[in-house]
C-alpha cells in the first residue's frame, strides 16, 4: 500500500469550535487506526495546521476519510492536501 501525507488548516478559534464534534472525530480516527489506515494524525503546536501520516489503497481513498471526518464537515478543518509520500527511512 501507498504512503500519504496530509497537511491541512484549522478554522480560527478551532479549540472551542471542535467541542460538539471531537468525539466523533476521535472515535472515527480510532477506527482508521485499528483497520490499519491511519498511522499517525495532530495538529501543530499552535493549533493553526493538522498533520497526518496515512497508508491506504489510493489519495482518493484518503480524500474521501478527510471528507468524511466531523471536523471536515463542520469547517473545523478549512483546507488540506494530500500527497503520495515515499519512506526513504
Request: with cysteine; charged share 25%.
Amino acid at each position: 500500500m501507498a504512503k500519504f501525507v496530509l497537511w491541512g488548516s484549522y478554522c480560527e478559534n478551532a479549540l472551542e469550535k471542535r467541542k460538539p464534534y471531537r468525539q466523533a472525530h476521535l472515535d472515527g480516527l480510532a477506527r482508521q487506526q485499528e483497520r490499519g489506515i491511519l498511522v499517525t494524525l495532530g495538529p501543530t503546536q499552535d493549533n493553526t495546521r493538522v498533520f497526518g501520516i496515512y497508508e491506504a489503497e489510493t489519495a482518493e481513498a484518503v480524500r474521501e476519510l478527510v471528507e468524511s471526518d466531523p471536523y471536515w464537515q463542520h469547517g473545523i478543518w478549512t483546507e488540506y492536501e494530500i500527497k503520495e509520500w515515499i519512506q526513504a527511512f
